[in-house]
C-alpha cells in the first residue's frame, strides 16, 4: 500500500473513531489527538514566521526607526478616545489568548482596544549595559539576541513566550532572584504613554513616583512602549548541582541555607511529594567537563523535572554542566509539567525522538481551540498559582499547599524582596528574603472547589504577610 493510502486509511479511521467518541468527548479526555494532530504543526508554523521576523527586522536595523512611529499611532488612538469622551476603558487590542496566562479577558470585547505592535530588541548599549527592548519581546528571542553578543539579562523567566511587558507589569521571577529579586528590579527605566496620550519615560530619578507604582499595576497607570533593562555579561554553562533531600524540615533546612549563599547564580528546588525533593544549585562557568555536558534543550532529551527526578529516585547527588541558554528555559518544552495531562506519553523516548523537535504547542493556541468546555474543566479541575511568602514561612506554606491542594511537584525558588517604594514590598524595613511556591496541574485533594480553595490560600498568603 502506497504512503498516501496509508495515511488517508489512517485519517478515515480516526474521523471515524472522532464521530463514534464525540467530538467534544475526545478533545476533553482525548486531546493529545488534536493537539499532536494540528496544534504541533501550527507552533513550529508560529514560531518559524516569529524567528524569520525578529532576523529581518534586526538585520535591516528596522525597529528604531519604526519605534517613534508605532508610537505615535498609540499616541493617536489614546487621543481619539480622549476626544470621543473617554466613555470605555481603554485596553491593549492584543487578543486574549494570545497571552500565556490561562486566563481569558472578556474584558476586551467591551473596552476600547488600542493596537500595540511592539515587538522588537531596539538597542543593546555595551557601555552602559543596558538592552531597550519593546513590551512584546519575549523571553526566548531576547535571550537568542543577547546571548551571541555575549551578553544576558540578570533574570531570564523560563518559558520562552513571556514577554516583556507581561513580566514587568505583573510578575516575574527566576533561580537568580536571590540575587537580584524579581524581573522588575533589573529595569532601570520604562517609556509610557499615559490617558491623556502623552509620552513619559521613567526612572529611580525621573518620574520615580511612575517608574515604581508601574511594576505590578497590570497596565492600570498607562500603556509600556518600552523598558530598558540592565545586562550581564554571559557564561557558556551553569554547572549545577543535583541534591535529593528527605524530610519536609530538612528540604526547607537545605534550600534556605543555599538561597542564602551569593556564590550560587542559581537556586531552585523540586518537591515531587511532601517529603522528597531536589535541590539545585547553579554556577555560571565557561569551562565544562566534556563528560558532564547535558545539552537538555535538545528535543530528544527527556523533560527537565523528569531529569531531575532520575537522581531523587537513585537517591544519588549529582553534578552536570548545561549549556546556558538551555538552563534557561529549561522548563520550556514540558511547560513545567503541564505537558504530560496534555500529551501524556510526551516524554516517552520514542515520541521525543520523532515528534519533540515539535514541541511544545504554543499556550496561546490551546487557549484559542481549547473551547467552552475544556475551560470550564480547567476553571474547576487544575491550578496554575505562584504563591509569594516569606522564606521562614516556607514549611507551613508546603504544608498548606499539600493540605489545599495537594499538587506535584511544586516548584521553589527564592527571590530577595528589597524595601523599594510601590506595591509590592517586604513587611519590614529591611530586604527580605522570600519564596516563591509554584503548583500547577491537576490537585488530588479530594473534594476540591477551586473558588474556596483558592480563597483559603489566598488568606493564608495574606496572614503570612505573601
Not at 523560563?158 to 532572584?177: A, F, Y
Not at 511544545?360 to 474547576?380: D, F, H, M, N, W
Request: charged share 20%.
Amino acid at each position: 500500500m502506497s504512503p498516501v493510502w496509508s495515511l488517508g486509511a489512517g485519517l478515515l479511521l480516526l474521523l471515524l473513531w472522532v464521530r463514534h467518541r464525540g467530538l467534544e468527548a475526545v478533545l476533553v479526555h482525548h486531546r493529545w489527538v488534536f493537539v499532536c494532530l494540528f496544534l504541533l504543526p501550527l507552533s513550529i508554523l508560529f514560531d518559524v514566521y516569529y524567528q524569520l521576523r525578529a532576523w529581518a527586522v534586526w538585520r535591516l536595523h528596522s525597529a528604531p526607526r519604526q519605534h517613534a512611529q508605532r508610537v505615535r499611532h498609540i499616541q493617536a488612538q489614546v487621543r481619539e478616545w480622549k476626544n470621543e469622551g473617554s466613555k470605555r476603558y481603554m485596553c491593549t487590542g492584543r487578543p486574549g489568548w494570545l497571552t500565556v496566562s490561562l486566563r481569558v479577558g472578556k474584558y476586551k470585547k467591551i473596552h476600547k482596544n488600542i493596537m500595540i505592535n511592539l515587538m522588537d530588541v531596539l538597542e543593546v548599549d555595551s557601555e552602559r549595559q543596558v538592552v531597550r527592548v519593546e513590551p512584546l519581546v519575549t523571553m526566548g528571542q531576547l535571550t537568542a539576541h543577547l546571548n551571541p553578543m555575549g551578553w544576558t539579562i540578570p533574570v531570564v523567566p523560563e518559558l520562552d513566550d513571556l514577554t516583556v511587558g507581561g513580566l514587568i507589569m505583573g510578575t516575574g521571577i527566576e533561580s537568580s532572584s536571590h540575587i537580584y529579586g524579581l524581573f522588575q528590579h533589573t529595569c532601570v527605566a520604562y517609556e509610557l504613554v499615559l490617558a491623556d496620550g502623552s509620552l513619559v519615560r521613567c526612572s529611580p530619578t525621573e518620574n520615580s513616583d511612575l517608574f515604581y507604582a508601574v511594576p505590578w499595576s497590570c497596565g492600570t497607570l498607562g500603556f509600556l512602549v518600552a523598558a530598558e533593562i540592565k545586562m550581564i555579561p554571559a557564561k557558556k554553562y551553569v554547572k549545577i548541582h543535583y541534591e535529593p533531600v528527605r524530610g519536609l524540615q530538612k528540604i526547607c533546612e537545605k534550600f534556605t541555607e543555599e538561597s542564602k549563599k551569593k556564590e550560587n547564580s542559581f537556586v531552585e528546588g523540586l518537591v515531587y511529594s511532601l517529603e522528597e525533593a531536589v535541590i539545585m544549585t547553579g554556577v555560571l562557568t565557561d569551562e565544562a567537563e566534556q563528560s558532564k555536558i547535558n545539552r537538555i534543550g535538545n528535543y530528544y532529551k527527556p523533560w527537565f523535572f523528569k531529569h531531575v527526578e532520575k537522581y531523587l529516585k537513585a537517591d544519588r547527588i549529582g553534578i552536570e554542566y548545561i549549556p546556558s541558554r538551555h538552563y534557561y528555559h529549561r522548563h520550556t518544552r514540558s511547560i513545567f509539567w503541564e505537558l504530560q495531562d496534555i500529551i501524556p506519553f510526551g516524554n516517552n523516548p520514542v515520541f521525543r525522538y520523532l515528534f519533540g523537535w515539535m514541541v511544545p504547542p504554543k499556550i496561546s493556541l490551546l487557549k484559542l481551540t481549547q473551547g467552552e468546555a475544556i475551560r470550564k474543566l480547567y476553571e474547576q479541575h487544575h491550578v496554575v498559582q505562584d504563591m509569594l511568602v516569606p522564606m521562614k514561612s516556607l514549611e507551613k506554606s508546603i504544608q498548606t499547599f499539600h493540605v489545599d491542594l495537594n499538587v506535584y511537584p511544586l516548584w521553589l525558588c527564592p527571590f530577595i524582596l528589597p524595601n523599594n517604594p510601590g506595591m509590592v514590598h517586604p513587611k519590614g524595613d529591611e530586604a527580605e528574603l522570600y519564596v516563591d511556591i509554584g503548583a500547577y496541574g491537576e490537585p488530588k485533594r479530594k473534594q476540591f472547589e477551586a473558588r474556596a480553595s483558592m480563597r483559603q490560600m489566598e488568606k493564608f498568603v495574606r496572614n503570612v504577610h505573601g
